[in-house]
């Protein structure tokens, strides 16, 4: 919808509320999207804008001898085509749009109205703000639309949700509702909501929300059920609804199905006025909702404006029909000619444009509710106005570069933006429209009220309003008579998570529930609560206790000896008499006062009073001499400098206790010709000031006890005498001319001399070169006081006596002080001696100096006391304060096992290192003990000695097989392997000497290893020893000969190599992988290191072990099966038995080996290693040795075979 004029303002309305997007073939230019559901109030808005600028254009005041015209656009309720159309306002529909050479133009239209929702402005502005476009809405109220940064064209002339949210925030404080539910669309508009509710809500403290809900677009009915069912099961009672009108009608829906009555609802402005659910079956639900509604205005001539309205029969655009053609179409349900097919046939009528539309009842002429009307209206009139002061820009005074004005034929859409944020002004409804920095105009709300009237109808009533005004801010105001409440108390609900705590109790938050919810606990005695949801409960004061209801205090009940008890009356009776007895008494001694009283024990110095008491004496001594009397002595006094040299307290009675003293005193000085200078004072007979007598006067009178003519009346007849100013004040004993001790004397002097040096420093500035302003110098006629402390500050001299003066930055002089010391010489004389000074330099600081020898130290020893709290702690303790006494005051606490302290006073006590250990006095560390299994204890000693004497023995029988080894008993037993055998024993007991001792590498790496494959040796040769006795046997029956072949002396001792090679590998692989180590372990003691060797590996040393046991049992199983085979001399049998001994030995040897701390665990080792060694050599080579050496005659191969001397 067009009109021409010299300025060209855009709109954006929802004139559909839905469109039809055709199937995208990719094959053929897409159709255009087509329009459907006429929204006539979209419609009536789009009429608005026309109705605003035609009667601005009718205005001479506005806008003079200017046209404003306006091209419409319909969104049709889709975000692409709304963004298309105000594309094409800002650029045109033109193919070729021209500018000018400088590619300076102004656009198709300067301005836009719209768009309706926030979501389709939010995506406009985004474009259009890169242009400086001004978009003024109606309709969006997202607050995100006030970032400046992202958005700097946009303006509106309907409140943001952030001023709606507070506006609902302070309806809820207003009627206390601080439990609410807040339901939301999902959208822009309802998301940002509830994230600015949520924050505004916990920042107001005005309450809390029980759940947040939103509403899904594609009405999914599960959601709506759960969403309803929470909203149904939740105790708050109050719902918020930030949501459209489409979501509102879905969900009461669900809510009438559920019938879920007994809320109080809330309206945001999006469906406040939505007449749509205004119906039969929702009102029992909705009647009393509060809402908050856009403000509604009025504009005079709209509606003979909208009458006038007629379709241009004569128009074919583009699009087919334009607006008031469909309008017309949809409002009286008949078709333009050519009417489309079949329309005619089926009944439809065919519009002429002349039918009445006046007389028709339709909503569009309803004017009664003019609401985003209004907004329409105030943002068309915006526009206007800022045009009209781009026109009433006064050449040479204009806000743009070099003060120039802009021209409407060469206005730039910025320009307009900078006069749109400066409009002001008041509509003929009297409301005042301006917008702030964020484009946002004033805000006012309207509050409306839902009525369900008795006869059935529906009326939406104005109750009240929020708004924000420049001088009061916001304010919200109601008329609580006129609202309806759907409830039976007629009253509004209550709506709190808890209900208040009343006074006597305290609030408890619940864990894990928002702060509005929460327990109210009593007060505890002696505790109250005087206010509602009170936080704490406050202790009642000392002399209160707490009322039974915990809300007040109230005085604790009293408890004395009171004149009413029969206890008290005892006593009162017993009191008056005694007062009746001091009465009677009183009078005797008044009768004869001229008595005196000797006292003995009253002690008051009062009653040294001799005004008071003439005839009181007493035997003992007043108050003021009992520190003497109690004599206090042995202690050291150091006094301050206030009495320091006060000669009063150096009195023979006092100097007992104080003789000794050490005292800081003001720096003495010596000023050369004081003396003389004071001996010159004379009076000045002729003054006579106001004062009566000058200072010099007043002294001579106080000094020679005489008063100056005139003296006073009745002076000189008292005996008085006149001064005559001529009086000797040399020979006049005086502490005024005693100027031995000069010492505040001192310090005036030092400080006139200050001044007179800074004053100096003033005469000697050389102009050009001073310290004030311009480098100038300050003068004696115009030198300000100011100037003076300029130069003080840096004032530095040496006195005659030789003390520098300089001042710091505090104003203090370099401090200085004598330290006197107080003597009671054996005359009796007391003395005042210098020891030395304290004082601070500029280049060392402070420091003291003290000439020890000739201070007097007033105790039997001649030296300084000693003054500790606490004796400082030794060496081996820390110090430990005591608890609520000065940190002087300590205990001496020994240091625990393994710390130590080798400081007196240490305050904390020192971990030794690792291989240290603490002393017994704790004073220092020693190396910790080692432990390890030596070659010198009793234990190492033994176990040395039996491996020797296994190692002797095995050499012994290894001697005795070789000289006897031609005899059966050798040859029959395989000689060979028996030789190994005894080789591999020797080498057991030789390896469990590299168990004892200092842990080395080598020897941890060696001891596993060694002994190992010296048991795998040993044990494979028992193992083949075995395998060719079951080999001879069955050889021995019929058949049986061929089993030898495979048992020869090469395959004998292959066996024995691969066998033992086996482990071999093992313990290399071991020794690569992990190998043992020495290790020095601290767990077992602290005070001492054991020292060790870790196996390194575990499973290595279990693989070891498994492997020896393997071989042991397989010997043994084959022993055990060969036992019985006949022969005189079985070895079979002595090879069962060693290996049962041996089995034995290594089982018990596991638990004991871990159970076994530090260097047992190696002895334990060592014994199973001699203990297995020993028993191999005693059960196979012990019947061997006894038969060899002490029964010859068995050693035949008759005997063997059993052939020879029958058994015994």
């Known amino acids: ?224 059920k759960r969403i309803v069912y929470s909203v149904k099961t939740s105790t708050a009672r ?114 002429t444009g002349e039918e009445d539309i006046e007389n028709l009842e339709t909503e569009f002429l309803d004017l009664s509710n003019l609401r985003p009307e209004y907004n329409v209206y105030k943002a068309v009139y915006a526009l ?94 109601l008329d609580e008579d006129k609202i309806f409440w759907n409830f039976e108390s007629k009253e509004p609900p209550r709506s709190v998570c808890s209900e208040s705590c009343p006074p006597g109790t305290r609030m408890a938050r619940k864990k894990g529930e928002p702060e509005c919810c929460f327990d109210c606990i009593p007060c505890s005695e002696g505790k109250i609560s005087n206010r509602t949801d009170s936080m704490e409960c406050t202790i009642c004061p000392e002399d209160f206790w707490s009322s039974p209801q915990r809300d007040h205090c ?95 307290l150096q009195t023979p ?21 004081l003396r003389e200078f004071l001996l010159q004072i004379r009076p000045d007979l002729q003054q006579n000031n106001s004062y009566g007598n000058n200072l010099v006067k007043q002294f001579w009178e106080y000094t020679f006890q005489c008063r100056f003519a005139p003296p006073p009346a009745g002076w000189v007849e008292t005996g008085g005498a006149v001064c005559t100013g001529e009086e000797d004040i040399e020979n006049v004993e005086t502490e005024f001319l005693d100027l031995s001790n000069l010492r505040p004397d001192y310090n005036v002097y030092k400080a006139v001399y200050a001044l007179a040096y800074a004053l100096d420093d003033i005469l000697q500035c050389e102009p050009g070169r001073g310290p004030f302003t311009g480098n100038t110098c300050a003068t004696l006629q115009t030198l300000e006081p100011w100037q003076l402390v300029h130069y003080l500050q840096k004032v530095s001299f040496t006195t005659s006596f030789g003390d520098q003066v300089s001042f710091d930055e505090n104003g203090d002089v370099l401090p200085i002080y004598d330290i006197m010391n107080w003597l009671w ?13 304290v004082k601070r330099t500029p280049s060392k600081g402070e420091e003291l100096t003290l000439d020890e020898d000739k201070i007097f130290w007033h105790f039997g020893s001649k030296e300084p006391p000693r003054s500790v709290c606490s004796e400082s702690c030794p060496p081996g303790t820390r110090m430990a304060r005591k608890k609520g006494e000065p940190e002087c005051c300590f205990d001496c606490i020994p240091c625990s096992e393994g710390k130590i302290s080798n400081r007196t006073d240490s305050m904390e006590c020192t971990i030794c290192p690792e291989d240290f250990w603490s002393s017994p006095q704790r004073d220092h560390c020693v190396p910790k003990k080692t432990e390890f299994l030596s070659y010198h204890e009793p234990l190492g000693i033994c176990l040395t000695v039996t491996s020797l004497l296994g190692t002797f023995i095995c050499a012994v029988v290894l001697a005795i097989f070789i000289y006897h080894r031609s005899t059966p008993m050798v040859r029959a037993n395989n000689s060979e392997l028996s030789f190994l055998l005894l080789v591999s024993l020797k080498l057991c007991f030789l390896c469990s000497l590299l168990f004892i001792g200092r842990p080395r590498l080598w020897t941890c790496q060696l001891r596993h290893a060694a002994f ?33 072949k495979w048992f020869g002396a090469v395959q004998q001792r292959g066996t024995v190599l691969v066998l033992t090679s086996i482990q071999a590998a093992i313990c290399t692989a071991w020794l690569v992988s992990a190998s043992p180590a020495p290790h020095k372990n601290t767990d077992y003691h602290s005070d001492k290191i054991v020292y060790e060797c870790v196996v390194g590996s575990t499973v290595g040393f279990a693989v070891l072990l498994g492997y020896i046991g393997f071989l042991a049992i397989l010997s043994f199983l084959l022993a055990f099966l060969a036992r019985n085979l006949p022969d005189n001399f079985n070895e079979a049998k002595l090879i069962t038995f060693s290996m049962l001994i041996f089995c034995a030995v290594w089982v018990a040897f596991v638990p004991a080996y871990v159970n076994s701390p530090g260097k047992y665990a190696d002895a334990v080792e060592v014994f199973a290693i001699l203990a297995s060694s020993f028993g191999l050599l005693v059960a196979l080579f012990g019947p061997k040795c006894y038969i060899i050496l002490l029964r010859p005659e068995r050693n035949t191969k008759k005997a063997i075979m059993g052939r020879g001397t029958p058994k015994s």
């Not at 010489?825 to 000074?837: A, F, H, R, S, Y």
């Not at 075995?1026 to 089993?1043: E, N, R, Y």
């Open 1 to 224: 919808m067009h009109k021409p004029g010299d300025v060209v303002l855009g709109g954006l309305f929802e004139v559909h509320y839905t469109s039809v997007f055709p199937e995208w073939t990719f094959t053929s230019e897409p159709q255009q999207p087509s329009c459907q559901g006429f929204d006539t109030l979209g419609f009536r808005h789009a009429m608005t804008m026309a109705f605003t600028i035609d009667e601005i254009n009718k205005n001479s005041d506005l806008l003079p001898n200017v046209t404003l015209g306006y091209t419409l656009y319909d969104n049709c309720g889709a975000l692409i085509i709304g963004f298309s159309g105000a594309l094409s306002l800002a650029s045109g529909q033109e193919e070729q749009f021209l500018l000018q050479e400088n590619c300076l133009g102004t656009p198709p239209v300067l301005g836009i109205v719209g768009d309706s929702y926030s979501t389709f402005s939010i995506a406009i502005s985004n474009v259009l703000g890169l242009f400086k476009l001004p978009l003024v809405s109606y309709f969006s109220t997202c607050s995100c639309l006030t970032d400046r940064e992202r958005f700097p064209s946009f303006f509106r002339t309907i409140p943001s949700d952030a001023f709606q949210v507070r506006a609902m925030i302070q309806i809820l404080k207003h009627f206390g509702w601080a439990w609410v539910g807040l339901v939301v669309s999902d959208d822009d508009y309802g998301l940002h909501v509830a994230q600015s509710f949520q924050s505004d809500l916990a920042q107001s403290g005005g309450g809390c929300l029980a759940y947040v809900e939103v509403l899904p677009w594609d009405r999914d009915p599960s959601v709506l």
């Open 1012 to 1044: 190992g494959i010296s048991f795998v040796l040993c044990v494979s040769c028992i193992l083949v020893k075995t395998m060719v006795v079951l080999a001879v046997f069955k050889a021995s029956k019929p058949g049986g000969g061929a089993s030898l």
């Open 554 to 648: 109230v005085p604790k009940k009293t408890e004395f000896l009171s004149y009413h008890e029969p206890l008290g009356i005892c006593l009162t009776v017993t009191s008056l008499l005694g007062t009746f007895i001091c009465a009677v008494v009183l009078a005797i001694f008044i009768y004869h006062r001229s008595t005196p009283m000797v006292s003995y024990f009253a002690t008051c110095s009062c009653l040294t009073d001799r005004e008071r008491f003439p005839s009181f004496f007493r035997t003992i001594p007043s108050d003021a001499f009992q520190v003497v009397q109690q004599d206090v002595t042995g202690l050291q006094w150091v006094a301050s400098e206030a009495w320091t040299s006060a000669a009063v």
């Open 825 to 837: 010489l054996p005359d009796g004389t007391i003395k005042l001696q210098n020891v030395g000074e």
């Open 653 to 673: 009675r006092l100097m007992p206790y104080l003789s000794g003293t050490l005292g800081i005193a003001i720096r003495r000085g010596e000023i050369p010709g």
């Open 384 to 477: 206007a106005y800022a045009l009209d002061g781009i026109l009433q820009c006064e050449p040479g005074r204009g806000p743009f570069s070099g003060h120039t004005c802009a021209t409407l034929q060469t206005l730039e859409p910025w320009q307009l933006v900078h006069y749109l944020q400066k409009v002001s002004f008041t509509t003929s409804f009297g409301d005042q429209v301006s917008f702030d920095e964020n484009g946002d105009a004033l805000p006012i709300y309207d509050i409306m009220n839902w009525l369900w009237l008795p006869d059935g109808t529906f009326k939406l009533k104005n109750v009240g309003e929020v708004k924000r005004t420049p001088s009061k801010g916001e304010e919200l105001t």
């Open 238 to 351: 109050v719902v918020m609804v930030f949501a459209h009108v489409i979501h509102m009608i879905q969900l009461m829906e669900e809510v009438a199905q559920q019938d879920v009555t007994g809320l109080q609802w809330i309206a945001s402005e999006a469906w406040t006025s939505a007449a749509v659910l205004q119906t039969p079956r929702l009102m029992p639900y909705l009647s009393g909702t509060l809402g908050i509604a856009i403000r509604r205005g009025e504009m005079p001539g709209f509606k003979e404006f909208l009458l006038q309205i007629r379709p241009d029969l004569h128009q074919n655009s583009s699009y087919g029909k334009n607006m008031v053609r469909q309008f017309w179409e949809h409002t009286f349900q008949c078709r333009f000619a050519p009417p489309p097919a079949g329309w005619v046939e089926t009944g439809g009528a065919v519009c």
